[in-house]
């Protein structure tokens, strides 16, 4: 749904009309808040049933630390996708910089992905975002993503 202010508010129905991602590696639950060639704002919701804490780790699930980076980069993927419109298809992570991982992130949390556009030339875009629980942040990144 977009309102009269440009900005974008997805549930799972629609987040899927926009990523080619699928269960088990659809990492976004929900957008929040987005203005196309700005922000997006999202979350994930991690739950024990989650494929990937079965063995990360047993007995003390804990999200990998890619995946929240994966779900920053699903995030900026929408927001790439809205603000190009139909010359994109989507946008595929092509490299991730200055990334650093500050808390785990467990079963019940729920992971807040905030990503900006830095720049956005022709076919890249280049992000910075950031996933944190409850106001502290888990990780920080500046990443990179070309139109596909």
């Known amino acids: 749904?977009?309102?009269?202010?440009?900005?974008?508010?997805?549930?799972?129905?629609?987040?899927?009309k926009q990523v080619p991602h699928r269960y088990p590696i659809l990492l976004i639950d929900r957008i929040l808040d987005l203005k196309p060639g700005e922000f997006v704002h999202g979350q994930k919701a991690v739950s024990a049933m989650d494929p990937f804490l079965q063995g990360h780790f047993p007995g003390n699930p804990v999200?990998?630390?890619?995946?929240?980076?994966e779900a920053m980069a699903?995030?900026?993927?929408?927001?790439?996708?809205?603000?190009?419109?139909?010359?994109?298809?989507?946008?595929?992570?092509?490299?991730?910089?200055?990334?650093?991982?500050?808390?785990?992130v467990v079963p019940g949390d729920i992971l807040d992905l905030r990503?900006?556009?830095?720049?956005?030339?022709k076919d890249f875009f280049w992000f910075e975002g950031e996933a944190s629980v409850d106001g502290d942040i888990a990780v920080i990144a500046k990443f990179t993503a070309k139109l596909a």
Do not use: H, W, Y
């Open 1 to 16: 749904m977009v309102d009269s202010e440009k900005r974008v508010f997805m549930d799972i129905t629609e987040i899927q």
């Open 63 to 69: 999200m990998p630390g890619v995946l929240m980076i």
């Open 74 to 104: 699903q995030a900026s993927a929408i927001l790439g996708k809205v603000t190009k419109g139909e010359e994109c298809d989507t946008c595929l992570l092509t490299e991730v910089t200055e990334s650093r991982f500050r808390r785990i």
């Open 115 to 121: 990503v900006k556009v830095l720049k956005n030339r």
